[in-house]
């Protein structure tokens, strides 16, 4: 069976890639990975705000609370052991470079183009094999027009890839009046990958306390349909690689985001929950799902039910809205 695909130009042995997280930090867990069948990793974030000595903090994004995933918690490192300095994510470059086989993909997190954007040219220096942007932006300023929103993104992109000769992807916002004419736009500005959806950590309120609490929420399954519904719409549309985070937790879901169009899946709440070890039952689920279809690779499946190809591509857009609304199921739940 063949399981190989391609993103931004890596040839990957599967469309298993571990999502930037806090597994990636030790480097035993990453060999295990490449173990258990990861084709490739993204290295949790370099943050802006640590290259730039800002004493902004970022601690809301990292901050535990999961009380579902008790468990899962040991994982997470304390926020001043997660973000280690500009020296030691190069050096950690270096190390998993050394112990595995897979590409490394080194993650950078801001939304300025100021001299951070350098760091992509020492990660590509200490071997990185390519670079995610995360421009993780929350724009709160009701006077700032969705133009001005929009041209940080490729202007920041721009900037990284300057500095680097390696591929560079852009882990993108779902939060755009008009989605699809962003990845559009990006796409024309010569962006090789996109990353969809970075996935904002909300805060909550204790209505004890009376504070804002960080906390941080591993996703579920059913969150993984935004991305579905926009890797369907762009598949055929742009040149750009297609990589789908967020709610992959079983063979199923990585099928289905396949069959959407993604050239890869990337995968993080899972691996928290269920272990590393996981990825080895996708894999082995994904080669179930092809030979029990029929299929002899995984590029047979990408992107057959994506807008351009399923049968019917209303589905994805309001007409199906009201079938869904009107469905079978839905009265009697009403009554
Ligand atoms: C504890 C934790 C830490 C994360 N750290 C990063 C990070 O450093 N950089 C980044 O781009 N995304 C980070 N993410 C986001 C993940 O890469 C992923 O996009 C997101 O969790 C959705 O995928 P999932 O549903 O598989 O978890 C983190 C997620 C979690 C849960």
Known sequence: ??????????????PLVVAAGPLSQDIGRIRQMEDCGASAVVLW?????????EAAELDYYLQHGSERFAESLSYFPAAGEYRAGPDEYLEHIRQAKKAVGIPVIGSLNGVSARGWASYASLMQQAGADAIELNVYYIPTDPNLPSEHVEKVYTWVYQTVKEGVSIPAAIKLSPFFSSTA???????????????????????????????VTPNLQL?????????????????????????ATTGIYSPQD????????????????????????????LTKGLAEYLERKGYESVGAIKGILSQKNCPEPSAFER?????????????????
Not at 45 to 53: D, G, K, M, T, V
Not at 219 to 243: C, D, N, Q, V, Y
């Open 1 to 14: 069976m063949d399981l190989t695909t391609t993103y931004m130009g890596l040839k990957l042995k599967n």
């Open 45 to 53: 974030s370099l943050f802006e705000e640590q290259i730039e000595h």
């Open 181 to 211: 004419n962003m990845l559009l736009r990006l796409d024309r500005a010569g962006v090789d990958g996109m990353v969809l959806f970075n996935r904002f950590y909300q805060p909550d309120i204790d209505i004890e306390e009376l504070q």
């Open 219 to 243: 996703s579920t399954p059913f969150e993984g349909r935004l991305a579905l519904r926009w890797i369907a719409i762009m598949f055929g549309k742009i040149k750009a690689s297609l990589a």
């Open 254 to 281: 990585v099928v289905k985001t396949l069959l959407a169009g993604a050239d890869v899946t990337m995968l993080c709440s899972t691996l928290l929950e269920n272990g590393i070890s996981h990825l080895t039952t």
């Open 319 to 335: 007409a199906n809205y009201m079938k869904a609304l009107t469905g079978r199921g839905m009265t009697e739940k009403l009554v």
